[in-house]
């Protein structure tokens, strides 16, 4: 049987709505973590409006799983985003000022069924700097620092240096969370992966990245008679 994005790379209409099905809430969940964004639907709106395009350029491997392909194009369109920004406090981890060139609350309610109970997580991620932030997602996601090194163009004892660095940072971030409101559940360093995992099998995308991939699937359709 045919992958799902072969028939889709086609048009076939069936195939992309299925693609649609299976990424975009997922695609939020990694915009929240890879942006450290509180409101993460315009860059998923992004990462599937790229995911779309690449399948229809020909550019991307249609015959991989979609989900490899939804992290690689989460992992370019972000870095994409963050370079756009300009600004060398983005770079730095300077929270207040890289949230006001980037346009992004350095604080903020976490809201959206695609990014509950990660909300926490994706604040505690501001706190890192770009590469130490992409490193400790693909990490969280169970991806091998190898490959994790190609997705980001460095090599395996980088990814692994820059986890070490990251894991105490994410950890006091998430103890000062608490600190501040007793009521929120943070968790513990050992449970990340198993929240990060449930996060991804449980999104579902809000309505405007929902509707944002629909526009984005328009044209790109072909007529089945």
Request: with cysteine.
């Amino acid at each position: 049987m045919a992958n799902i994005l072969e028939k889709a790379a086609k048009g076939n209409p069936k195939a992309i709505d299925a693609l649609l099905e299976q990424t975009a809430g997922k695609a939020e969940v990694l915009a929240a973590l890879l942006g450290g964004q509180a409101k993460p639907a315009k860059l998923a709106a992004q990462i599937t409006e790229d995911l779309l395009l690449s399948l229809k350029n020909g550019s991307a491997d249609a015959s991989q799983h979609p989900l490899d392909l939804l992290l690689g194009t989460a992992v370019d369109t972000s870095r994409t985003q963050t370079e756009r920004s300009n600004s060398k406090a983005f770079f730095t981890g300077n929270l207040e000022e890289a949230a006001e060139m980037a346009e992004l609350p350095a604080a903020g309610v976490y809201s959206g069924d695609a990014v509950k109970g990660i909300g926490c997580l994706a604040k505690a991620m501001q706190a890192l700097t770009p590469a130490q932030r992409f490193a400790a997602v693909l990490t969280l996601l169970g991806q091998p620092a190898a490959k994790t090194g190609k997705l980001l163009s460095m090599t395996e004892g980088t990814v692994k240096a820059l986890w070490n660095q990251a894991l105490p940072l994410i950890t006091a971030e998430l103890e000062k969370q608490k600190k501040s409101n007793y009521s929120i559940d943070i968790p513990q360093a050992g449970q990340l992966k198993e929240m990060v995992f449930k996060a991804m099998e449980t999104a579902v995308p809000t309505k405007a990245c929902d509707q944002a991939g629909r526009a984005a699937a328009e044209g790109f359709v072909v007529p089945v008679n």
